[in-house]
């Protein structure tokens, strides 16, 4: 009877984190970039009972075998902001902390320009790249008027940029020259389910994920292309997301009726004895 118990407590524990998983789901439905997440179960370890030969085994409860995230492409959706961009297809950009100097990769690419010319995300961390004209050194990319060709005048100012599906960031300048400033490249993963969430909208990056080569440029090495002026949506489906809260409470509500069934024995047996 006690083992019933235990059975039903471990199920209770783990469809009340089901239910934790599914919200946080819906509750990013409009999250930039966010990719859902489900609960996958296993059972524990199962006793044996009887002396004589054959399989007789009764299961000890249920727990929690992964949290997995689904990386499958979310919409992607028109801004007409020039510094927001979105991966169609594989691969994450590569974002910096300025002041850890940490590094991180995400799909949300709600990007700005900061008072001093860097491609950052919201939180303020700073996008890599090739950040030299001659798309040879990698760091923090800025837009300004850095690599200019000599015909450029001199003093001449960043009037407007843009970004294409390369990656390639085109700056034109005050006196109409124009020039490619640098290059935003894309990271891909073996196994992105290995990236640990940092909150932000970022992960961070871990040996198990298992980094394929280095940062390189979108639409090379099975990486996908850049959309500007556009952002990658979540990927929730909401349909699904009630459907799986609906079976969850379910099951939930059924292993409570476990307990209270095994409650009810108990104190029969109780009574037995008086």
Do not use: C, H, W
Not at 5 to 17: G, I, M
Not at 91 to 112: E, I, L
Not at 114 to 131: F, K
């Amino acid at each position: 009877m006690f083992s019933t118990l235990n059975t039903a407590v471990s199920a209770l524990e783990q469809f009340q984190q089901d239910m934790s998983v599914i919200g946080n789901n819906m509750a990013n439905v409009n999250t930039t970039g966010y990719k859902d997440a489900s609960m996958n179960f296993e059972d524990t370890l199962s006793q044996a009972i009887g002396l004589g030969g054959g399989n007789l085994q009764v299961g000890s409860g249920v727990s929690t075998s992964a949290i997995a995230s689904n990386f499958n492409q979310g919409t992607i959706a028109s801004t007409g902001v020039g510094s927001d961009l979105a991966v169609n297809g594989q691969g994450f950009f590569t974002v910096k902390n300025p002041t850890g100097g940490a590094q991180y990769v995400t799909r949300d690419g709600s990007f700005q320009v900061d008072a001093s010319g860097y491609l950052i995300t919201s939180g303020g961390l700073r996008v890599q790249g090739y950040n030299t004209s001659a798309l040879s050194a990698t760091g923090d990319i800025k837009i300004d008027a850095t690599g200019a060709p000599a015909t450029a005048a001199p003093g001449a100012t960043v009037q407007s940029f843009s970004i294409n599906q390369n990656g390639d960031v085109n700056v034109v300048l005050s006196d109409g020259t124009t020039f490619v400033r640098g290059q935003v490249l894309l990271q891909s993963f073996n196994d992105p389910n290995a990236l640990v969430k940092q909150g932000g909208d970022v992960y961070a990056i871990t040996a198990a994920a298992g980094a394929v080569g280095t940062p390189a440029a979108p639409q090379t090495a099975g990486l996908g292309s850049v959309v500007a002026g556009s952002l990658e949506m979540s990927n929730v489906d909401l349909t699904s997301e009630m459907t799986n809260l609906i079976t969850a409470e379910r099951a939930f509500e059924s292993n409570a009726k476990v307990v209270t069934t095994s409650d009810e024995v108990m104190q029969t047996t109780v009574n037995l004895i008086r």
